[in-house]
């Protein structure tokens, strides 16, 4: 049995790429090939595809906008491709889907579509739609966490990255962002802030420290069950009772 397959990349030298791989597979056909999101969604309701091969990152409209469009439901069988993207990656880990990085290597590439063409052969799609559901989801969650805090600074508002921070001190009703040797004074509670952080980026270590996970260099025992977390920049801050959580965050719990 044959298996039609679209193709779905922005960039013409990605698109060559998956074709030259699929060049020994004579029992896949491919019908198509898109450079962009919207095409992409008229060809699967047109071509009705077995496969996709499905680019992420593409402008305008992405490869999860794709899959919005169409419904995880009646999407074929996806395999996703994106450049490197930590949360993407844990979206499609989480929940057993497949993906290729760019750029691509044959022998990840032969698994992933071996495994799409077993699930070609299922008769029912309903497992593999809830865990694309899953994906967006878990993705969906990423995307509202802040990237930038406005902050004011002799009468102008600048954008910190929320990345370039270091560390945030709890100050009444408001908190003071530490930026390298700035800092800055936000008008937001540190729980209001602890929501809006992506917590695989930012612990609460102390009911008035949050920290970047990025920054610290050591966490080492203090007295009455507290700890010391030590910043690249040699800043030592206490650790209470948010340890055990911090240390999951951090992969060592």
């Known amino acids: ?3 039609r397959a679209l193709i779905v990349d922005d960039e013409p030298l990605a698109r060559r790429s998956i074709l ?20 992409a969604v008229k060809t699967l309701r047109a071509e009705k595809p077995d496969l996709v091969l499905l680019d992420i990152q593409m402008p305008e409209m992405d490869g999860f906008e794709v899959v919005r469009q169409i419904g995880p439901e009646k999407m074929p069988a996806t395999i996703f491709i994106t450049a490197y993207d930590r949360y993407a990656l844990r979206a499609f880990d989480t929940n057993a889907l497949d993906y290729l990085l760019k750029p691509m290597e044959r022998s990840r590439f032969e698994k992933a579509l071996l ?17 694309i559901m ?7 969650r990423q995307e ?34 530490h930026v390298g040797q700035r800092s800055y004074e936000i008008r937001e509670t540190l729980s209001a802030l602890d929501r809006k952080l992506n917590p695989r980026d930012f612990a609460r270590i102390h009911r008035s420290t949050i920290v970047n996970l990025h920054r610290i260099r050591q966490i080492q025992s ?7 977390v030590l910043l690249e920049d040699g800043r030592e801050l206490r650790m209470s009772r948010y340890k055990d959580a911090v240390a999951k965050q951090l992969g060592i719990g």
């Open 1 to 3: 049995m044959n298996v």
């Open 20 to 39: 030259r791989l699929l060049k020994d597979h004579l029992d896949v056909v491919v019908i198509g090939e898109c450079g962009d999101g919207g095409t």
């Open 115 to 131: 495994r799409a063409k077993e699930r070609i052969g299922e008769k029912s799609q309903r497992q593999v739609s809830e865990r």
């Open 134 to 140: 899953a994906a967006l989801e878990q993705m969906k």
């Open 144 to 177: 509202e966490y802040l990237e930038r805090l406005p902050v004011a600074e002799n009468g102008r508002i600048l954008l910190v990255r929320t990345r370039e921070i270091d560390w945030i001190e709890a100050e009444g009703n408001y908190c003071r962002l």
């Open 222 to 228: 203090w007295f009455h069950g507290y700890h010391l």
